[in-house]
């Protein structure tokens, strides 16, 4: 998502976009994610302040069970960005635009707050049972009658006594 901040006219307002985010999926391999993107802004002295919150859908896979998750996303970013001149408040969220320069490119800071507020670990529920590791049904739905595998620590207890 591009700004070009000569059409910010007003003080103050807001845009929105749809922008798809390649991510890496919790599950491996890649997630390419739908978003909405909203964008607050401010105008001061020659500086801009955005505002954007991310929300997106993530169609993903419980950890442990498999089954199909949605996940609903919301992250968010801030960013200043100043014209011309450099100043003190050089950092990590401000832009200096140079003076011919008038897009501003968000896409950096939507896919940080993506990442930053996709979980490493999603669950279908939060006491999901997952799947019996000896014969892989799912324990939300079926119960199966595999034992637990016996502790070979246990054998050698027993074999003494
Ligand atoms: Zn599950
Ligand atoms: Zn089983």
């Known amino acids: 998502m591009k700004v070009d901040i000569r059409e910010l006219v007003e003080l103050s307002g807001s845009f929105e976009g749809d922008e798809t985010v390649v991510i890496e999926d919790p599950m491996g391999g890649e997630l390419a994610m739908p978003c909405r993107v909203r964008v607050d802004f401010r105008q001061g002295h020659g500086t801009i302040h955005f505002n ?8 993903t ?3 442990r069970c498999l ?3 949605r996940y609903d996303l919301v992250g968010d ?10 100043g003190a408040e050089e950092g990590e969220d401000v832009v200096t635009l140079p003076v ?3 897009d501003v490119d968000l896409d950096p800071y939507v896919h940080e707050a993506v990442v930053l507020g996709t979980p490493m670990i999603v669950l ?3 006491d999901c049972r997952g799947l019996c590791p ?6 939300n739905r079926e119960t199966c009658s595999c034992r637990p595998d016996a502790d070979p ?5 027993r074999s003494k006594s």
């Open 77 to 86: 970013f801030e960013l200043m960005v100043r014209r011309g001149e450099h």
């Open 100 to 102: 011919h320069q008038y």
């Open 61 to 63: 896979q419980c950890h």
């Open 153 to 157: 620590r246990w054998d050698a207890l």
């Open 67 to 69: 089954d199909p998750v």
């Open 134 to 139: 000896t014969c892989g049904v799912n324990w």
């Open 52 to 59: 954007g919150q991310v929300t997106a859908s993530l169609l």
């Open 124 to 126: 279908c529920r939060d």
